[in-house]
């Protein structure tokens, strides 16, 4: 048995982008981290990076969070190397560009099993070791759990059931002893901004649909903040984080008043 009383984080899509700012925050702050991903090559080079700073701290996992039977494997995995589980991150997920009216069935699908079944799964199976530990799931969702937004076709949609889901699951949970949250970010800052979609758009959009958040006009937050959200959850018990903040207020007034929600988010979509 593992005598080792350090707390021990999961970390889906912990391999690259804003999970692995992630991981690297949950280690500076004494956790031991599990990154999971589903490229061996990404986990490989992931793990090079942050066990430099503490190797004896890291645990890589290749795992489609989209199977419940490997997220079974994965979380067993975890009991048997650690024999706790204190912390389970969400945050893998995906976007897409489009208008509605074009949104395929299929796409929609494929964003559901991305954002939405990925973190049912993982929860799920995590929570007998989560409950042992009186511990904490973190959601990673978006400002477009919170409004809807031109252009990004059903990632608003699914954003939206995400949300949903983890507010079920907090109520659901808290008497079981294990917190639940939900961080939900504008754009994140990265080099590729502006053009990650670019490729996937027609003539049915204006190039603007290809920026961060369909064009709205939010800057690019560091992933260093949204990892301190996450840590916020974590230790203060933090519940619906939103960033940047101020926008809470914008998005509570739109949805008291939708008409005035709607005048804004067209504001603050526009291309002028």
């Known amino acids: 048995m593992n ?12 391999s690259a982008g804003l999970g692995l700012v992630i991981s690297k925050e949950l280690l500076g702050h004494g956790y ?13 080079t992931a793990m090079a990076t942050l066990g430099d700073q503490e190797p004896d701290c890291l645990l890589g996992q290749v795992c489609d969070v989209s199977s419940r039977a490997e997220v079974e494997d994965l979380i067993s995995t975890v009991e048997q190397t650690f024999n706790r589980l204190d ?9 897409d560009r489009g208008l509605v009216e074009n949104l395929e069935v299929e796409q929609l699908e494929t964003l559901w099993h991305q954002n939405v079944v990925t973190a049912l799964l993982c ?13 904490t799931i973190v959601n990673i969702g978006s400002l477009a759990a919170k409004v809807g937004a031109r252009y990004i076709g059903g990632y608003s949609t699914v954003k939206h059931a995400l949300a949903g889901m983890t507010q079920q699951m907090r109520l659901e949970l808290k008497p079981r002893g294990i917190h639940v949250a939900l961080v939900s970010p504008g754009p994140i800052a990265r080099a590729d901004a502006g053009d990650r979609y670019r490729d996937s758009i027609d003539g049915s959009l204006p190039p603007q649909a290809s920026a961060p958040g ?7 937050l560091p992933p260093e903040r949204v990892a301190a959200a996450v840590i916020k ?7 619906d984080v939103v960033l940047p903040g101020h926008l809470r207020v914008l998005i509570a007034l739109g949805h008291a008043f939708p008409r005035i929600g709607d005048w804004l988010l067209l504001k603050f979509t526009s291309s002028k």
């Not at 005598?3 to 912990?14: E, N, Q, S, Y």
């Not at 929860?123 to 009186?134: H, K, N, R, T």
């Open 32 to 44: 031991r981290v599990v990154i999971v991903g589903r490229d061996a090559g990404r986990l490989k």
């Open 123 to 135: 929860s799920q199976a995590s929570i007998p070791l989560l409950e042992a530990s009186s511990g």
């Open 233 to 239: 959850c974590i230790q203060r018990g933090a519940v």
């Open 3 to 14: 005598a080792d009383k350090r707390p021990v984080a999961v970390v889906t899509g912990g």
């Open 87 to 95: 912390v389970l991150v969400n945050c893998v997920g995906a976007s």
């Open 214 to 220: 369909g064009g709205a006009r939010v800057k690019g």
